[in-house]
């Protein structure tokens, strides 16, 4: 499996910026660049949290279709294969990723992980849907992340 640093340069062709860590990014994305991330998804050590901020997005999770819309937060877990099988064409999303190893090494990490997943460990899907206002709060600090 790639390490974030390893897959972004697979999947956007560089680091994000000069003396990057490879250790978190967040990014917003749209329909084109989350299909062109999937190529190599199934391959990433890294957790992705996918908060949809406009239209939709139809995937194979573990052998089930998972539809993900407006205020859907979508955690991926490493080495987890995914298909996009497709979305809308005003699909939007923020996306903070954190590399494996980081996510073991920090603990404000590491509980964020946790936190994130103790609702959705006895769901079958990797989902939570956000009421609208901590989706908002949610999506503003994922883009101070970006700044």
């Known amino acids: 499996m ?79 294969a995914v298909t996009i099988l497709d979305g809308s064409a005003d699909y939007q999303s923020v996306c903070l990723m954190v590399d494996e190893s980081t996510s073991l090494e920090s ?4 509980d964020m992980v946790s936190l994130a997943y103790m609702p959705i460990a006895q769901l079958s899907t990797p989902t939570v849907r956000l009421q609208s206002e901590q989706a908002h709060t949610f999506e503003a600090r994922m883009r101070e992340m970006i700044g």
């Open 2 to 80: 790639y390490t974030l640093k390893e897959w972004l340069k697979l999947t956007i062709g560089n680091e994000p910026y000069e003396g990057w860590d490879g250790k978190m990014f967040c990014s917003e994305n749209d329909l084109a660049m989350t299909q062109k991330t999937n190529i190599t998804q199934g391959f990433a050590a890294c957790y992705i949290f996918t908060l949809v901020t406009c239209g939709w997005l139809r995937m194979r999770y573990n052998d089930r279709e998972l539809m993900i819309q407006k205020d859907d937060l979508y955690i991926y877990s490493p080495g987890l």
């Open 107 to 110: 603990p404000a990490v590491r």
